[in-house]
């Protein structure tokens, strides 16, 4: 059987589940300038950012009605996934 290469391979243990997440995380007033992290929840799997960008402390360039475009940069370039809000925390904020 080919090798699966797909959009969650070899993410058993970074997907894995970090204990409750409240509603304050998903109410918090972000703005343009905030620094965030990029924390993925993988049971909600609308909007979830590539596996890449977990862990990752990015800048929000938007504010959306649900997401945020955020800017990580990767290597030498600067890369903007758009996140919904259940993917992020804000810096400095423990979770």
Known sequence: ??????????????????????????????????????DIDPSQHKGMPHRRYQGRVGIVEEVRRRSLVVAIKVGGKVKKPIVRLEHVRPFGVGG
């Open 1 to 38: 059987m080919p090798h699966s290469k797909g959009y969650r391979c070899k993410t058993r243990h970074v997907l894995k589940k970090k204990g409750e997440r409240g509603l304050s995380r998903l109410m918090y007033p972000y703005k343009v300038g905030d620094r965030v992290v990029i």
